[in-house]
């Protein structure tokens, strides 16, 4: 049988003024980021079968 899921926790006081202000504030992704993850992706995609 599987565990109950927790309650996620509330942020607050510093770091939830620091979360807010990294998501106001989000760094786009560049070209070699994006194809680089999805290298890892599709090499992961083709070691592994989950059904």
Known sequence: MA??????PVVTG???KRFAEKMA???PES???????KNVYEKFKA???FW
């Not at 565990?3 to 996620?8: A, G, M, Q």
């Not at 070209?31 to 993850?37: I, Q």
């Open 14 to 16: 510093k770091d939830a």
């Open 3 to 8: 565990r109950p899921i927790k309650e996620t």
């Open 47 to 49: 070691q592994y079968t």
């Open 25 to 27: 504030h989000l760094k």
């Open 31 to 37: 070209r070699e980021e994006r194809e680089a993850a």
